[in-house]
């Protein structure tokens, strides 16, 4: 009898660890296949289950990060919210609690609230009716502003605030994009990055290439980071600069074959034109 009541225990004890510990994975695994309905519904199931503080706060921190990536910012900002209310010293609570007030303020330009009074509802909907061709959505006027600079400062904290992450490698990788740069057509138009001023930009794009193949050194993007690298000398006429990155990408790519080591070979045929 002794021993039934135990082995009921144990497989109790191993179904309740395989709840909790294999829901999370099950909802990241959700997740990662693009099923946000059924990751949030098992993150939802964890919250209000017997699991354990620690595993709660990763629910709710990963439920959070639905939200926000849905672009449901309320919903993201109410459930971090509640995070940091119950779970203060977790290590989610501090990754999510600095950066309540920025979403505070997103929310204040984009959540459409209602007023906790009817009667001022009732005025807000009367006033609403006459101004319906109002912009709901601010627009920033950023002519003059230094764009570039301006994006690099926030993937720079995105790198020194996650390092190593898949943020940190987005970040990475936003920031080399935006030095490789862009063109604005128009009378107010303009060129950005290296198009618009190759000598400042390029060392900058290097830097941060260097620093992210030591963060990513297996980022299946840097043989396309390098290529890119070797047109903008290409287009510069730097047919030596242009020669030591395509060899650098075969030489990175070894024996075997790919995409980017046939493209250098191809280019290294005319280089000169």
């Known amino acids: 009898m002794l021993s039934r009541i135990f082995l009921v225990l144990l497989i109790l004890l191993a179904v309740q660890g395989t709840a909790i510990g294999g829901s999370i994975e099950k909802a990241d695994m959700l997740r990662k296949h693009a099923l946000l309905t059924e990751a949030k519904i098992e993150l939802i199931d964890i919250i209000f289950s017997n699991a354990t503080e620690a595993v709660k706060a990763t629910a709710y921190y990963d439920l959070g990060t639905i939200a926000f990536e849905e672009k449901n910012i309320s919903g993201a900002l109410d459930t971090w919210t509640q995070l940091v209310g119950k779970y203060p010293k977790s290590q989610q609570a501090t990754l999510v609690r600095d950066r309540i007030k920025e979403l505070s303020e997103i929310v204040g330009e984009v959540s459409k609230a209602s007023a906790e009074n009817a009667i001022a509802q009732s005025y807000l909907s009367h006033a609403d009716f006459w101004s319906e061709r109002k912009s709901s959505i601010f627009r920033i006027d950023s002519s003059w502003i230094p ?67 030591s963060d990513h050194p297996e980022a299946p993007t840097l043989q396309a980071f390098r290529f890119q690298i070797a047109q903008a000398y290409w287009r510069q006429k730097d047919w030596d600069k242009t020669k030591e990155w395509l060899n650098l990408i075969i030489q990175k790519t070894g024996t075997t074959d790919s995409f980017y080591k046939d493209l250098a070979e191809r280019r290294l045929q005319q280089v000169e034109y």
Not at 161 to 169: I, Q
Not at 176 to 188: A, D, F, H, I, N
């Open 147 to 213: 764009n570039v600079e301006a994006a690099v400062k926030w993937y720079d904290k995105v790198i020194a605030e996650f390092p190593k992450s898949v943020a940190s490698r987005l970040a990475y990788e936003g920031k080399m994009r935006t030095y490789l740069g862009w063109e604005v057509p128009g009378k107010y138009g303009g060129y950005y990055g290296i198009q618009g001023n190759f000598n400042k930009y390029m060392p900058e794009l290097l830097d941060t290439l260097s620093a992210f193949e």
